[in-house]
């Protein structure tokens, strides 16, 4: 009896779950037409439409707004607006076109060189722009992160950038060593801006700081610790170890740098190892072997690096008592 309780709760407290998914879908939908319709005019068609979860570092769960993407003839957009609440205000990228053009005019005039530049989306806007007015972009860009600039060789210490790009935005500017590494970032499906830290510098205008990357080196080894300030600076650091330590890794890898090892309480570090000129053709990855206190053993594994310029580069992650070495095949 006690069996067929706990079975029949499940089945209703799946039932009741599935009932407040498909309410918060229906009303989000209703919600979203009426939201086009009231800020910009315009009737809008539902293509797709999904709760947006909700998370800690325990777990994750269904909140109470929905991501909706609509179609006004053959153009998409989306809108963020509560599920549970009828009639709620939300923040769409309807204008995003305009508000993107209006920032990226104002900084060509400006620019003494060149740029390519991200601009995101990410950070919806609850207001309507009026296009041609400054009031109406500084409300809203209200200090957002939602452009980068990446230019070559330019100091972007100096940066003659509009007053109104300084106050109102959190733009930030890099600068690459050569148009190729540039190329090869704007390319990058990978997309993550720590790889190519020894190629840039980095400028954030609103809060009008300089900064070069601490990078640090290790013998050949170029490394980074990203979260340094929280977990503290490298307690023992690299050192040599001998190859055939790493010699698990098999008979068709080749390893083509030092070996090393790590003991580190930092949460993650950055590695940049320099590809030897005779294999850049090669395929490269990381092998390394690190010990689980919460496993109680040594897992041995090998992951593809991703290529930078002339290095391999890979995080380390947790990397406590971690032994590695660039391998190719």
């Known amino acids: 009896m006690l069996t067929a309780g706990i079975v029949g709760l499940c089945i209703y407290d799946n039932y009741m779950e599935t009932r407040i998914h498909n309410a918060k879908i229906e009303l989000g939908k209703k919600n979203a037409c009426q939201w086009f319709e009231k ?28 991501w909706v993407t609509v179609r006004e003839g053959d153009r998409e957009y989306h809108v963020e607006i509560s599920g549970v609440e009828e009639n709620a205000d939300g923040s769409d990228d309807y204008q995003a076109e305009e508000i993107e053009k209006a920032l990226i005019d104002m900084i060509k005039a400006d620019m003494p060189t060149d740029f390519e530049y991200y601009f995101s989306t990410d950070e919806m806007r609850e207001s309507r722009y009026k296009a041609g007015s400054e009031s109406s972009l500084a409300e809203m860009l209200d200090g957002r992160d939602i452009l980068d600039i990446y230019c070559v060789n330019t100091d972007v210490e100096n940066l003659p950038v509009s007053d109104f790009v300084r106050r109102n935005t959190d733009c930030t500017f890099y600068s690459f060593s050569s148009q190729e590494i540039l190329d090869d970032f704007m390319k990058d499906e990978h997309y993550n801006i720590d790889d190519y830290l020894p190629f840039i510098t980095k400028f954030s205008k609103r809060k009008n700081e300089y900064k070069k990357y601490d990078l640090k080196n290790y013998g050949e080894l170029l490394y980074y610790v990203p979260y340094e300030k929280v977990d503290g600076e490298l307690k023992k650091g690299f050192y040599e170890i001998p190859k055939s330590e790493i010699d698990w890794a098999g008979n068709e890898y080749e390893i083509v740098s030092k070996a090393y090892g790590i003991n580190e309480k930092a949460f993650e570090v950055l590695v940049w190892c320099p590809i030897p000129e005779d294999k850049k053709d090669k395929d490269f990855y990381i092998a390394y072997s690190y010990y689980s206190d919460y496993d109680k053993k040594t897992f041995q594994k090998t992951g593809k690096c991703h290529i930078v310029g002339n290095y391999a580069v890979y995080s380390l992650y947790h990397p406590k008592d971690t032994k590695f070495a660039l391998i190719c095949k």
């Open 39 to 66: 800020k910009y005019g315009i009737e809008v068609e539902v293509v797709e439409i999904s709760v947006i979860e909700e998370d800690d570092i325990f777990s994750s769960w269904e909140g109470d707004d929905v």
